[in-house]
């Protein structure tokens, strides 16, 4: 049975925030059944700083109460919708934990989301953050999005060329943002899969489970080095990477590579360069420092963390601290990867 659609008034987001901050929404609208969500925003009057469309929160920093509309979409089931000899499309709802549905696609012996094992979240929000670990992307297998339009009204089925994935970003993030409420997203997944062990470790904490290589060694491996690395925010509270790794022109990180030898340049091609944020926080000093009640976790820089009773404000002001020492250090301004509301 599926729940019926819920409106709550002066509702704590605090359970619905990986940060685990105290803040209120001043509605929360529930709902498992897109026709019944589209029917409850018929009519909408759509401003769009007065709506916030919530995942499993984490990749939300709360600074205050959010004085509109919360809109939380639980749908659920996953479904093949087409098949061929190589490939399966297949109908995720929104409100699955992601890694439930990673750990079915593995199950079924599917290929291309192994690499992005034990991310945090729902599946609505893969499209809208193009989540991405260990040299994979969840844009490259996304085929379409089902979404509830505000704006115009109505059900609306956006193809994934639409979207302009890139890294951390798409269209939902910019000219879209908050415009629509992800209902279901379809998945594009490869019977024979390819697999990808060239990011960092992979490899090698695949090789160490010995024997073949199979999908579930893959979701194995990409387990071990997330969890030997990254905080379980049920422990620690965090939004995982709090910032984004900067794009940089190459004749910059040419500079500075010559100037800190081994400092970690992907090229990108057409002249720009990826650096690694992590190694430049680390780089000056802020790797497991505390500042309040935020902190900047021991094992991965790039995260930061409430280390108990944290508030918004205890968390981007540490943000900004590290901005303005990588930018005098490095020249650089790393911008954050999390929504700040
Ligand atoms: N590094 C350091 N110090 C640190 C952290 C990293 O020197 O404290 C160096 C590493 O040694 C490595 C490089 O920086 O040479 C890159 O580090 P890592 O492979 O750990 O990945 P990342 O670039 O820091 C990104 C994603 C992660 C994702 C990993 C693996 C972003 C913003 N973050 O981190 O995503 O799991 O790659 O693919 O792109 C997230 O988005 O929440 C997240 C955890």
Same mark, same amino acid.
């Given at each position: ?65 959010? !004085?509109? +509309? ?7 089931? $996953?479904?093949?919708? @087409?098949?061929?000899?190589?490939? *399966?499309? /297949? ?120 024997? !073949?290589? +199979? ?7 990409? $387990?071990?080095?997330? @969890?030997?690395?990254?905080?379980? *925010?049920? /422990? ?106």
């Amino acid at each position: 049975m599926k729940k019926m659609l819920e409106v709550r008034k002066d509702f704590s987001l605090k359970a619905y925030n990986t940060f685990g901050i105290e803040a209120k929404c001043k509605y929360f609208v529930e709902a498992e059944d897109e026709g019944e969500l589209a029917e409850f925003v018929a009519g909408y009057e759509w401003n769009p700083l007065e709506v916030l469309v919530l995942g499993g929160g984490s990749n939300f920093l709360f600074t205050g109460d959010f !004085e509109g +509309t919360v809109f939380y979409p639980a749908m659920q089931g $996953i479904e093949v919708v @087409e098949e061929d000899v190589e490939s *399966v499309s /297949v109908r995720v709802g929104a409100g699955v934990v992601w890694d439930d549905f990673v750990a079915w696609t593995v199950a079924q012996g599917y290929g291309g989301v192994e690499n992005l094992s034990l991310i945090p979240g729902h599946v609505g929000a893969a499209p809208v953050q193009n989540v991405g670990a260990y040299g994979m992307e969840a844009g490259e297998t996304i085929a379409e999005v089902e979404a509830i339009d505000l704006e115009k009204g109505g059900r609306v089925r956006i193809a994934a060329g639409e979207c302009r994935f890139a890294y951390r970003d798409s269209a939902f993030k910019r000219e879209w943002k908050n415009r629509f409420i992800i209902t279901r997203v379809v998945f594009r997944l490869a019977k024979h899969p390819q697999f990808r062990l060239d990011y960092g470790s992979v490899r090698s904490e695949v090789e160490r489970l010995g024997g !073949e290589v +199979t999908l579930a060694k893959v979701r194995e491996a990409v $387990i071990r080095i997330r @969890e030997a690395k990254l905080p379980d *925010v049920k /422990v620690l509270p965090s939004a995982g990477s709090y910032f984004k790794n900067p794009v940089v022109a190459q004749e910059l990180a040419e500079r500075l590579e010559s100037q800190y030898p081994g400092m970690p340049v992907y090229p990108l091609g057409e002249g720009r360069c990826k650096l690694a944020a992590g190694w430049l926080i680390e780089q000056c000093g802020w790797k497991g420092k505390t500042l309040g009640r935020a902190g900047v976790y021991e094992k991965q820089a790039l995260v930061l963390v409430n280390r108990g009773g944290a508030d918004g404000t205890d968390i981007s002001r540490l943000a900004n601290e590290i901005r303005k020492s990588v930018f005098l250090r490095f020249g650089v301004w790393i911008e954050p990867e999390v929504n700040v509301v």
